[in-house]
């Protein structure tokens, strides 16, 4: 049985309160999840870890700071995924080899970026942005995990340029529209993030 949830996440940038501010917006983003570990009374730790390096240093560290953990990474994709393993994804685009003793479960991409994610939800873009914001510069593929990683920030900075917000900012906005995402709506369009809360879920209820 999991006694402990441990999550490395890339973002948040170099900064103590801007790592801060996106750790709640994640911790707001998994409050189901959050809510049944604390019902089995199974720990709940979101470790912001800025560069997609330092979430696999901090992750491969985790493996011995704490083993009795189930300790996951969770990085952007940075590119379409077209194999079946998480971890050979990231052996091809980033060339980081699996640490042993962990499995698929452990790791999990945002597909193809964290956007991906704000880009599934246009009703809670439209309401956090307001008046100007323009719905048509983001794409209406159904399947976002298959937008390019190169137009998903572009088209949200496009879209929302115009609006009192001000143009799209990851670090002054993620934290906010993590918080407010509707998370059935996210799963429904990303099958990774789907299989994100089902792996946290089934393992915490295991």
Same mark, same amino acid.
């Given at each position: 049985?999991?006694?402990?949830?441990?999550?490395?996440?890339?973002?948040?940038?170099?900064?103590?309160?801007?790592?801060?501010?996106?750790?709640?917006?994640?911790?707001?983003?998994?409050?189901?999840?959050?809510?049944?570990?604390?019902?089995?009374?199974?720990?709940?730790?979101?470790?912001?870890?800025?560069?997609?390096?330092?979430?696999?240093?901090?992750? #491969?560290?985790?493996?011995? *700071?704490?083993? $009795?953990?189930?300790?996951?990474?969770?990085?952007?994709? @940075?590119?379409?995924? +077209?194999?079946?393993?998480?971890?050979?994804?990231?052996?091809?685009?980033?060339?980081?080899?699996?640490?042993?003793?962990?499995?698929?479960?452990?790791?999990?991409?945002?597909?193809?970026?964290?956007?991906?994610?704000?880009?599934?939800?246009?009703?809670?873009?439209? #309401?956090?942005?307001?008046? *100007?914001?323009? $719905?048509?510069?983001?794409?209406?593929?159904?399947?976002? @995990?298959?937008?390019? +990683?190169?137009?998903?920030?572009?088209?949200?900075?496009?879209?929302?340029?115009?609006?009192?917000?001000?143009?799209?900012?990851?670090?002054?906005?993620?934290?906010?529209?993590?918080?407010?995402?509707?998370?059935?709506?996210?799963?429904?369009?990303?099958?990774?993030?789907?299989?994100?809360?089902?792996?946290?879920?089934?393992?915490?209820?295991?």
């Amino acid at each position: 049985m999991v006694k402990e949830v441990r999550i490395y996440i890339e973002g948040g940038g170099d900064g103590k309160n801007t790592k801060a501010l996106i750790r709640q917006g994640f911790s707001q983003f998994f409050k189901p999840l959050v809510e049944l570990a604390r019902s089995k009374k199974v720990k709940w730790n979101i470790i912001i870890c800025g560069s997609r390096n330092s979430a696999f240093e901090d992750f #491969k560290n985790a493996l011995n *700071d704490h083993p $009795e953990a189930f300790n996951v990474l969770l990085v952007d994709a @940075e590119a379409p995924v +077209k194999v079946e393993s998480p971890w050979q994804h990231l052996k091809l685009r980033d060339n980081w080899d699996k640490p042993s003793g962990v499995d698929d479960s452990q790791c999990h991409l945002m597909v193809q970026a964290v956007e991906a994610w704000f880009i599934a939800d246009i009703a809670t873009l439209k #309401k956090f942005y307001g008046q *100007d914001f323009k $719905e048509n510069s983001i794409s209406k593929n159904p399947n976002v @995990e298959t937008i390019a +990683k190169d137009s998903l920030e572009p088209s949200l900075k496009t879209a929302t340029s115009k609006t009192t917000k001000g143009e799209y900012h990851k670090i002054n906005h993620a934290s906010k529209l993590l918080e407010l995402l509707d998370v059935a709506a996210v799963r429904q369009a990303s099958p990774y993030c789907d299989r994100l809360f089902t792996t946290l879920k089934d393992k915490i209820e295991a």
